[in-house]
């Protein structure tokens, strides 16, 4: 009830929730009381926390961002939510993000921007922004965040958290809303290391309602925390700290990687020569693979109907047009072109065989390195509306995107601050290796 009615106050000017959940909450918390009562409670018993709104949740709205599903509640829960739910948390609600996770920013929301915390006039960062703030803000301890090019480590950047995007296959994609499904991962945003370890223990394991989700026991991530970093070996790798870099950025991040010197950790520098050619490899794949899965909006079964159609092509043709905003659009136009006959293998099979060499860039470096550390990101949050251009948007993703190519994880921890805005560090570590990035992660702070 605290943090509702902090929410209540606070949020007006944050906008980082689409919808409040009173009601099953205080049912939650109630039923979390009653466990405690019994001595039945778990570490997350009664935790309160958010859920990006990318996540299906039984009876309540889930709008992906989109005017498209402004309508929609859905009819069961995401494997996440439903591991949340059983590990005794309590959600408050859904938070704001862009249009169905497409962007940087959050200013692709159909329900208006979020703000940063830090600063009212800057981005949260996107796509899991509502997540970041609402966490940043205080109004929650956790959110539950996605990451299909950075959505998780460059919101958790811009507003000072800890953000960890799992290996791809760690946690199951049942039930949140497809982007593009060979990149999407979720995973928890919240203040500490040590807090998502937590979470990443609770949603992770296999899943017979997805395919991609691995077989593979799920450690206890808070068993490493606090083991020794001397003899860790750090990779910097050299293509993440060239042109367009902020000087002061740069200075935090070296500034923190000094701290794991002291540790006994010791510094290298390596190479992931395919960088620069990440965010065209992804730019490809991305929208080709959402071009794909957001066909399934048609008007028909589901989310948003135009008027008085005069026929079925008419009925799909607005209901799209009215239901999707431009940059989604955008994305599904450039999908729909690459993978069409005569371009498919000059744009998608071309970008997939960059992605194996991108991915093979990461297995290079971590047969000489434990972990690689660099920014989260080339600058602090920008103003908001300062970004207008497509690709420059795009650029913002330099860090972030070639990880969620190559599948493995990463995770962002504060890293101080340019003025008022936050900078964050970013640790890369070979596929699975979560328990290491945390325990890294966690000595920082
Ligand atoms: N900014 C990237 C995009 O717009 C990544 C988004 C994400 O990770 N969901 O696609």
Known sequence: QTLLGRIERLDGRLNSFISITHEQALAAADAADALRAKGQAGPLTGLPLALKDIFCTD???????????????????????????????????????????????????????VRNPWDLDAVPGGSSGGSAA????????????????GSIRQPAAFCGITGLKPTYGRVSRYGIIAYASSLDQAGPMARTAEDCALLLGAIAGHDLRDST?????????????????????IGLPREYFGDGLAPEVEQAVREAIKVYESLGASVHEVSLPHTHYAIPAYYVIA??????????FDGVRFGHRCDAPSDLIDLYKRSRDEGFGSEVKRRILIGTH?????FFD??????????????????????????????????????????????????????????????????????????????????LGPHFAESQLLNVAHQFQ
Do not use: W
Request: with cysteine; hydrophobic share 40%; net charge negative.
């Open 346 to 427: 000059a744009y998608y099979t071309q970008a997939q065989k960059v992605r194996r060499l991108i991915r093979q860039d990461f297995l290079d470096a971590f047969e000489e390195v434990d972990v690689l550390m660099g920014p989260a990101s080339p600058t602090p949050a920008f103003d908001l509306g300062a970004n207008k251009d497509p690709v420059s948007m795009y650029l913002q993703d330099i860090y972030t995107i070639a990880v969620n190519l190559a599948g493995i994880p990463g995770i962002s921890v504060p890293a101080g601050f340019v003025g008022s805005r936050p900078v964050g560090l970013q640790i």
């Open 213 to 233: 989700s691995v077989a593979r026991g799920v450690p206890d991530y808070r068993a490493e925390l606090g083991e020794s970093l001397s003899g860790l070996k």
């Open 338 to 342: 690459t993978l069409s006959e005569g």
């Open 59 to 113: 009876g309540v709205k889930t709008s992906c961002g989109s005017k498209m599903l402004d309508n929609f509640i859905a009819p069961y829960d995401a494997c996440v939510v439903e591991k949340l739910k059983s590990a005794g948390t309590v959600s408050l609600g859904k938070t704001n993000m862009d249009e169905f996770a497409m962007g940087s920013s959050n200013e692709n929301s159909h329900y208006g921007p």
């Open 134 to 149: 609402a966490v940043a803000a205080g109004l929650v301890p956790a959110a539950m965040g996605t990451d299909t090019g």
């Open 287 to 296: 929208p080709a693979e959402a071009s794909s899965n957001l066909s399934r």
